[in-house]
T-cell receptor, first 111, second 112 residues
Framework: GQSLEQPSEVTAVEGAIVQINCTYQTSGFYGLSWYQQHDGGAPTFLSYNALDGLEETGRFSSFLSRSDSYGYLLLQELQMKDSASYFCAVMGNTGFQKLVFGTGTRLLVSP | DTAVSQTPKYLVTQMGNDKSIKCEQNLGHDTMYWYKQDSKKFLKIMFS???????INETVPNRFSPKSPDKAHLNLHINSLELGDSAVYFC???????????FGEGSRLTVL
C-alpha cells in the first residue's frame, strides 16, 4: 500500500518563505506531485518530481529525495492568496496510474 | 471552455435514494478518475478508467457504480445512499503516465 505524512497546518506571514514536508511509503514509485486546493475549490496541480532534486516554477519549488522517501514544497514571497491546503501525492509503480494523496497541509498566510 | 466539468455541483437527498453525477473532459485525455473528499479533506481515489476500461476499484461498496460510455465521459451512480456518503466527489482526468491530474469543480453530496 501507500501512505503519506505531512504536517496538518503551517502558518506564515506575507513575504516569508515556507516549506511543507512530505514523507511517503510506497511499494513502488513513479513520482511525487503537489496540489493546491483553496476552500470550496478543486485541487490544482503545482509540480511533479520523478527524479531527485529541485524543480522550480516561479515562486514555488518542489524537492524530491527518493532514497529518503521524502519531498517538500517550498513557497517563496508568500502572498495572502497562497492561503490554501497543499497536498502531496505519490504515484506508485502498480503497472497503471494511481495517485494517492496525503492528508494535506493547511497554510495560513497572515499580513 | 471548462476542461473537466461535472454536474450537478450540489445534491441534497434523503437516505436510501439513488443519485448520479456526470463528468466530461474535453482535454483528449485517456484516463479518468473519481475521488471522494470527506469532511477532513482527505482525498481518496475510488475508481480509475483508461480508455473506457476500469483499471482501479479501491474497495468501494458496490452501491457505487461508475460507467464510462466513451473516454471523454465518466459517470458515477450511487444506490441506496447512506449518511456516510456525504462528501465532495471530484472527477479528474490525465494523460496516461503523466503526473498531472486535472480536476473538475466537485459535486457536493449531502445525504440527510
Amino acid at each position: 500500500g501507500q501512505s503519506l505524512e505531512q504536517p496538518s497546518e503551517v502558518t506564515a506571514v506575507e513575504g516569508a518563505i515556507v516549506q511543507i514536508n512530505c514523507t511517503y511509503q510506497t511499494s513502488g514509485f513513479y513520482g511525487l506531485s503537489w496540489y493546491q486546493q483553496h476552500d470550496g475549490g478543486a485541487p490544482t496541480f503545482l509540480s511533479y518530481n520523478a527524479l531527485d532534486g529541485l524543480e522550480e516554477t516561479g515562486r514555488f519549488s518542489s524537492f524530491l529525495s527518493r532514497s529518503d522517501s521524502y519531498g517538500y514544497l517550498l513557497l517563496q514571497e508568500l502572498q495572502m492568496k497562497d492561503s490554501a491546503s497543499y497536498f502531496c501525492a505519490v504515484m506508485g509503480n502498480t503497472g497503471f496510474q494511481k495517485l494517492v494523496f496525503g492528508t494535506g497541509t493547511r497554510l495560513l498566510v497572515s499580513p | 471552455d471548462t476542461a473537466v466539468s461535472q454536474t450537478p455541483k450540489y445534491l441534497v437527498t434523503q437516505m436510501g435514494n439513488d443519485k448520479s453525477i456526470k463528468c466530461e473532459q474535453n482535454l483528449g485525455h485517456d484516463t479518468m478518475y473519481w475521488y471522494k473528499q470527506d469532511s477532513k479533506k482527505f482525498l481518496k481515489i475510488m475508481f480509475s478508467y483508461n480508455n473506457k476500461e476500469l483499471i482501479i476499484n479501491e474497495t468501494v461498496p458496490n452501491r457505487f457504480s461508475p460507467k464510462s460510455p466513451d473516454k471523454a465521459h465518466l459517470n458515477l451512480h450511487i444506490n441506496s445512499l447512506e449518511l456516510g456518503d456525504s462528501a465532495v466527489y471530484f472527477c479528474a482526468s490525465s494523460q496516461q503516465g503523466a503526473g498531472e491530474l486535472f480536476f473538475g469543480e466537485g459535486s457536493r453530496l449531502t445525504v440527510l
